[in-house]
């Protein structure tokens, strides 16, 4: 038996991981040129995400708001009056969302079973990140000893921990691979 005879599904995996991965990873690119940079214009969903991260903190009972940068494509956002943070387009959580998109259509079922299951995980991906924006803003005003901490480790390891725990569902109940129901389960 050949190597890829052998290996056909970890093959498919990464041919439809791959291929998709590129495939999203490009229209996010060009719906990136609709925003003009060079003039200091957000995209789109980086602004959604800090006015509900700016709403969430007004909702948890501090000021907060939010202001376009003066010398970059991004949002400062005011936690009590004090610039706590920059709001850049990675913030917005795009690129964590392709990865799980990627991933679902790798291991894809029925076409309404997956769409369903990446329009639900996109969904929750967005509002766990718009808490987590609105939380580390808090955290940067309340604990700014604990900034990178904050940034680098704890929050990274929240979302992406919530991505594995959305693959590893997909994997066990829905996809192609998971068990079937039997009579007695």
Request: proline content about 3%; aromatic content about 16%.
């Amino acid at each position: 038996m050949s190597l890829l005879k052998k290996n056909r599904p970890f093959f498919i995996f990464l041919l439809k991981f791959g291929l998709s991965y590129l495939l999203l990873s490009g229209l996010y690119w060009v719906y990136l040129q609709q925003f003009d940079a060079a003039s200091l214009e957000p995209d789109g969903m980086t602004h959604l995400v800090a006015r509900q991260a700016r709403d969430l903190v007004l909702l948890a009972g501090d000021q907060a708001s939010i202001s376009l940068h003066p010398r970059e494509a991004s949002y400062r956002f005011f936690v009590n009056l004090k610039s706590v943070a920059r709001i850049v387009e990675g913030c917005n959580a795009i690129s964590v969302m392709i990865l799980f998109t990627a991933f679902i259509i790798a291991f894809s079922s029925t076409f309404k079973k997956t769409f369903l299951f990446i329009l639900a995980g996109i969904v929750i991906l967005h509002i766990l990140n718009v808490i987590r924006v609105a939380l580390l803003c808090l955290g940067f005003y309340y604990y700014p000893d604990y900034k990178e901490l904050l940034h680098d480790i704890i929050f990274p390891l929240f979302i992406y921990g919530v991505v594995f725990l959305l693959w590893i569902v997909w994997i066990k109940k829905f996809s192609i691979h998971a068990k079937p129901k039997t009579a007695g389960n």
